[in-house]
Nanobody
Framework: QVQPVESGGGSVQAGDSLRLSCAAS????????MGWFRQAPKKEREFVAA????????RYADSVKGRFTIARDNAKNMVYLQMNSLKPEDTADYYC?????????????????WGQGTQVTVSS
């Protein structure tokens, strides 16, 4: 099993940057594809970005493509989400999640392990 723990959220102005971190406690961290999701108030949880086990493959939601970058460091059991050019519509709770297998899926239902979330607020 793996237990993700997010950090790095905060309140910023539009146009600013933030880097979210996810520490995953597992001896087999490199066996999991990892993803970032977000949930705004009164909205469903949505896909943001995902990365394959090796880090060689990534995918992004259209809304963040070109602004956000997902990366992982398997030696440190860490996943990162670099968020640039933040917009007010990026305001949400951000969740790190893990799934078994290679494929970096965009589907919430395919991720079995979830962190508690970290809040990101972007003001205009």
């Amino acid at each position: 099993q793996v237990q993700p723990v997010e950090s790095g959220g905060g309140s910023v102005q539009a146009g600013d940057s933030l880097r979210l971190s996810c520490a995953a406690s597992s001896r087999t961290f490199s066996s999991y594809a990892m993803g970032w999701f977000r949930q705004a108030p009164k909205k469903e949880r949505e896909f943001v970005a995902a990365i394959s086990r090796s880090g060689g493959s990534t995918r992004y939601a259209d809304s963040v493509k070109g602004r956000f970058t997902i990366a992982r460091d398997n030696a440190k059991n860490m996943v990162y989400l670099q968020m640039n050019s933040l917009k007010p519509e990026d305001t949400a709770d951000y969740y790190c999640a893990a799934k078994t297998g290679t494929i970096n899926s965009a589907y919430v239902s395919e991720y079995a392990y979830w962190g508690q979330g970290t809040q990101v607020t972007v003001s205009s």
